[in-house]
């Protein structure tokens, strides 16, 4: 089992950045691979970004390719999405998740239960 907390959203004006954290207990979330997903209100949960458990490797959603980054501290059971130069459509709830389903970028077993992140225009 593995418990997921993020934190680090809230309300950034368009242009802006915001760094959200992942705090990871149980398993040991060092050999897990581990991502980021947002869902806006009305929409489907959406995947962001991805990370292998080493870091050795990550994948993007295009809309955020070259603003936002993301990174882990397997020593800090933590993984980080860095992200800049915020839009209006940034805005959703971001979920943590970790332990890939199948080695999938875009299939998990553990959830967070997400942070808003709001960017206003």
């Known amino acids: 089992q593995v418990q997921l907390v993020e934190s680090g959203g809230g309300l950034v004006q368009a242009g802006g950045s915001l760094r959200l954290s992942c705090a990871a207990s149980?398993?040991?979330?060092?050999?897990?691979?581990a991502g980021w997903f947002r869902q806006a209100p009305g929409k489907a949960r959406d995947f962001v970004a991805g990370?292998?458990?080493?870091?050795?490797?990550?994948h993007y959603a295009d809309p955020v390719k070259a603003r936002f980054t993301i990174s882990r501290d397997n020593a800090k059971n933590t993984v980080y999405l860095q992200m800049n130069s915020l839009k209006p459509e940034d805005t959703a709830v971001y979920y943590c998740?970790?332990?890939?389903?199948?080695?999938?970028?875009?299939?998990?077993?553990?959830w967070g239960q997400g942070t808003q992140v709001t960017v206003s225009s």
């Open positions: 998740a970790a332990d890939a389903v199948r080695s999938s970028w875009y299939e998990y077993n553990y």
């Open positions: 990370i292998t458990w080493s870091g050795g490797s990550t």
């Open positions: 149980g398993r040991t979330f060092s050999r897990l691979n």
